[in-house]
């Protein structure tokens, strides 16, 4: 069903950031206009929860199937908004409609009611859990996967039965707007999926709405903001920040596949990737060598537009002056450049940059740089590199790599963040039933996986008396023979001491 949204504010354009040139004018949708948005999209939730777990399957795997028959002009649009070479917006809508698959196809087995064991005392009651959908989920996305990220949002609320209200960012609203327009052909019948645009009073005005929850993707900051907003009414937020993810390579570490990894998390997207790899770590007996590999993989990449560049532009163009200001502060401090410096910020490219002995209170090592830039440093060993790595308010994502599995797996867990990946780098976010999240400022809750699914439902318990109890507790008429049957039970059952 196909329904125009009134705007109230004017248009913005959207531009290609490698050209400056102007790809699409779109509405500015107002505080009127986003409600009137949530109100479509309370009756279309009814209608979609109403369709149950099959008919809800059937739809959205026929919206994958739609999207990936799309999926050039998708990369194409992708790559026109971002920058980001069109084989990497391939990537992109490829491992969209992977998740979209996987939450299709588990939405059931995971929020499906099941039976529920009541305990001996409560025998008589035979007990249900069930997942129900919220109704209305507001999703905020971000820029720099402009589709892939927010579709771990959307994809798994629609799944839970949920509407979905998506306000795409104000770099890349054709994004958006394309994938309402595909979701639209497949299911016409009501705005289970509708796309607000506009600027950031847009996104204030959907996490300050009737939603029952709100999913953002964004900067620490402006997530305090939208919490703000969402706390107005008591709204839900699964949040999703920035991160300073560390990557650590241990003495008998694949240094080759290390140094490989390293540049590809470091420098792919332009280093605009909220799992990115910001820091190295590596143990002192490999860390000449490390270098020497990872200089040698970095030189030989170079920013731009054609087909030969490795990765694209700066997409917001404000990020540069942080690029700048990490790099200029990094030498100020007494790192060194090893591989680019100043002169690699090129607006609206940056070239890339390795930097060494960089002091750990540099804003380099402390804040999120968002570009492709990396600092590299020595360390005695990974006990050493895992307190560097976790001295950090951010909490998001971690690489580790070492010879050792077990070794490997230890410091995994000892890493302060939602998702490691060991021997390999960002390999979690390709897996549909992992959950996706962080810890600290780089946010709570998760998208992804049946941890994804039900943060888009609410548990519902239900218990139903089968048979009157043999110790009715919960009447005014028991009485001291009740309570001494209790007390019997409860001794038997849990009275006794355990171990030695």
Not at 66 to 81: S, Y
Not at 101 to 121: E, I, S
Not at 309 to 320: C, D, E, K, N, V
Not at 375 to 390: Q, R
Request: glycine fraction near 10%.
């Amino acid at each position: 069903m196909s329904v125009a949204i009134e705007t109230g504010s004017g248009t913005f354009e959207s531009l290609n950031p490698a050209t400056g040139e102007v790809l699409a004018e779109h509405p500015v949708h107002d505080e009127t206009a986003v409600r009137a948005a949530v109100e479509r999209a309370r009756a279309a939730a009814v209608w979609w929860g109403s369709l149950g777990w099959r008919e809800r399957r059937l739809r959205l795997l026929n919206v994958k199937g739609a999207l990936t028959r799309d999926l050039g002009r998708l990369a194409e649009l992708i790559h026109q908004e971002t920058g980001k070479p069109v084989s990497d917006a391939i990537l992109e809508v490829a491992a969209t409609v992977t998740h979209l698959d996987w939450a299709a196809r588990h939405a059931q087995k995971v929020l499906g009611p099941r039976g529920v064991y009541p305990g001996v005392v409560a025998l008589h009651q035979k007990c249900t859990l069930e997942y129900h959908p919220l109704g209305v989920v507001g999703v905020i996305g971000p820029w720099n996967y402009p589709l892939f990220t927010p579709m771990g949002s959307i994809a798994y609320a629609l799944a839970a039965g949920n509407a979905v209200v998506f306000k795409p960012s104000e770099y890349t609203p054709g994004v958006g707007t394309l994938l309402a327009e595909i979701f639209e052909t497949v299911v016409p019948e009501q705005p289970v999926l509708q796309v607000v645009t506009g600027l950031g009073p847009t996104g204030a005005a959907l996490a300050s709405s009737d939603v029952y929850k709100i999913a953002f993707t964004g900067s620490t900051a402006t997530a305090k903001k939208v919490m703000a907003a969402c706390a107005e009414n008591l709204t839900p937020i699964v949040a999703e920040c920035g991160g300073k993810d560390a990557f650590l390579v241990d003495a008998d570490a694949d240094l080759d596949a290390a140094a490989s990894a390293a540049v590809w998390g470091a420098m792919s997207n332009a280093g605009q990737t909220c799992v990115g790899v910001e820091r190295v770590y590596v143990v002192e007996d490999v860390y000449d060598a490390f270098i020497g590999k990872l200089t040698e993989r970095a030189e030989a990449l170079r920013a731009g537009a054609g087909a030969e560049a490795s990765y694209g532009p700066i997409t917001m163009p404000r990020q540069l002056d942080v690029i700048e200001r990490h790099i200029k502060d990094a030498l100020d401090k007494g790192g060194t450049a090893v591989v680019g410096g100043p002169e690699s910020v090129r607006r609206p490219y940056v070239d890339p940059v390795v930097l060494t002995n960089v002091p750990e209170d540099s804003t380099a090592v402390s804040e999120e740089t968002f570009g492709p830039t990396v600092t590299v440093t020595k360390v005695k060993d990974l006990d050493e590199a895992v307190v560097k790595a976790n001295a950090t308010s951010y909490g998001l994502a971690a690489a580790v790599f070492a010879g050792s599995r077990s070794r490997a797996m230890d410091v995994s867990r000892r890493l302060r963040s939602g998702m490691t990946s060991i021997n390999a780098v960002i390999a979690f976010a390709s897996i549909p039933g992992l959950p996706f999240g962080g810890v600290g400022e780089s946010g709570f809750g998760r998208i992804h996986g049946a941890d994804g699914l039900r943060e888009f439902a609410r548990a519902k318990a239900i218990t139903r008396q089968r048979f009157n109890p043999p110790i009715d507790l919960t009447s005014f008429a028991r009485g001291d023979k009740e309570m001494r049957r209790l007390t019997r039970v409860v001794t038997f059952l849990h009275g006794r001491r355990y171990g030695r």
